[in-house]
């Protein structure tokens, strides 16, 4: 139902458009939201800054606060709140960070209007489409899903190594793992309910199929030297910025780490919101010395279950700086994983993972996209449909959606 979408990005125009007084005595805020590509952009994400929310309506809570399209059909919405309460001390919801919603576009609608308004009543919540949750019942494990895919990557209790007499599970990796799912609900919290041995078995919900081990899994990150692939190891704090109902925000953390005499740190932000096939990692590596080092984004050679034959079919898309994999498996169906890395600048091979690679300064974020899809889903079906869907993804993050707001006061309704 819902297709790959992107977080959008405040244009130009809507800058200009903010920088301007708005009403205060305003009763409505109002939203349009534009683009020039004819293709349907569904579950489009749209973020208003909350200081412009609360200039057109003072005093507004997200507990009485209600997103309209032009019919009048009522959206889920999310506020987030960043600011430490102290910013808001008469507790009139001033220190919200971002008003957040969004709308499909259908193929050639290119713009759509949206009002925001206080209410009398108490809006109702919205079902909870994202999560991102710390597991510590297992091992420290660090979860994350949509309504279509899940995710996870792991933490310090796995990766430490065994007390003498005890037998545990060892693994030191940073590589990200997928969970496919065949339904819309969360699963996450239910999977880790039910145990490992279930959720390897496809029971009617999904499972865990893919393989990750020391590789970069589905979208993991290194430092590249130009023959070996330096790499950090698993995540070490977590923070959870937002959480649902429709975006999902959070960092994790890793320590410093050897890559080539140079020592790095990395925080990774993820935004994941739903509706989307592929979610946005923003990656800071941090490190004295070079002016820049050469990182590499990772898609592991070898990603079928470990039980299944399978064949996997790798694929570029140089100039958006797409590495591709479309997996056909003996009996668990197919699945296709890919990284987008706009500005790469080359791509590289190691033993483990297929690696598409960009330059990075110290403190300067790297963007990219990671994402997968399994057929018996039932959206994505074929290789070719895969291949749309990230055709579909480059075109949007190159076209971001415009903004404009404007207010509508109470002379204006009569």
């Not at 349009?32 to 609360?54: C, F, G, K, M, Y």
Request: proline fraction near 5%.
């Amino acid at each position: 139902m819902n297709r790959t979408t992107l977080s959008l990005a405040l244009s130009a125009a809507l800058a200009t458009s903010l920088a301007a007084p708005l009403a205060n005595a305003a009763e409505q805020l109002r939203v349009t939201a534009s683009h020039d590509l004819a293709i349907a952009r569904q579950s489009e994400t749209i973020t208003i800054p909350w200081t412009e929310v609360n200039r057109v309506l003072p005093g507004a809570l997200i507990q009485r606060l209600a997103v309209r399209d032009r019919t009048g059909r009522v959206l889920a919405h999310q506020v987030t709140n960043v600011l430490p309460e102290a910013k808001d001390p008469q507790n009139v919801g001033a220190a919200y960070g971002e008003l957040i919603f969004q709308y499909s576009f259908a193929p050639g609608e290119k713009s759509a209007s949206f009002t925001v308004e206080k209410t009398e009543s108490l809006a109702p919540v919205s079902p909870t489409a994202v999560t991102a949750r710390y597991i510590q019942e297992r091992l420290d494990d660090f979860a994350w899903e949509n309504d279509l895919v899940a995710h996870r990557t792991y933490g310090p209790a796995l990766g430490a190594p065994a007390m003498p007499g005890v037998t545990k599970e060892v693994l030191v990796t940073s590589g990200l793992d997928i969970w496919f799912k065949r339904v819309n609900y969360p699963i996450v919290e239910r999977w880790y309910n039910k145990g490992h041995d279930h959720y390897h078995k496809d029971e009617g919900e999904g499972m865990d199929m893919y393989n990750v081990g020391k590789s970069r899994g589905c979208g993991g990150t290194g430092v590249w030297d130009g023959k070996l692939l330096h790499t950090s190891h698993n995540y070490k704090t977590w923070k959870v910025l937002a959480n649902g109902p429709v975006r999902a925000i959070f960092e994790l953390s890793y320590d410093s780490w050897d890559a080539g005499g140079v020592s790095v740190s990395e925080v990774k932000r993820f935004t994941v919101d739903a509706g989307h096939q592929f979610d946005r990692i923003d990656s800071t590596f941090t490190f004295a010395g070079p002016a820049a080092l050469t990182v590499a984004v990772g898609l592991n050679k070898n990603p079928a279950d470990k039980g299944q034959k399978a064949h996997v079919a790798t694929g570029r898309d140089e100039p958006r700086g797409v590495l591709m994999q479309w997996v056909e498996q003996a009996s668990y169906g197919a699945f296709g994983t890919a990284v987008m890395l706009p500005g790469a600048i080359g791509y590289a091979e190691d033993p483990l993972n297929q690696l598409v690679l960009a330059k990075v300064a110290s403190g300067q974020p790297l963007r990219y996209y990671v994402g997968a899809a399994w057929d018996k889903a039932g959206r994505v079906t074929t290789s070719q449909r895969w291949n749309a869907e990230i055709a579909t993804l480059a075109a949007r993050v190159a076209n971001p959606v415009r903004l404009s707001l404007s207010t509508i006061n109470s002379k204006d309704t009569k």
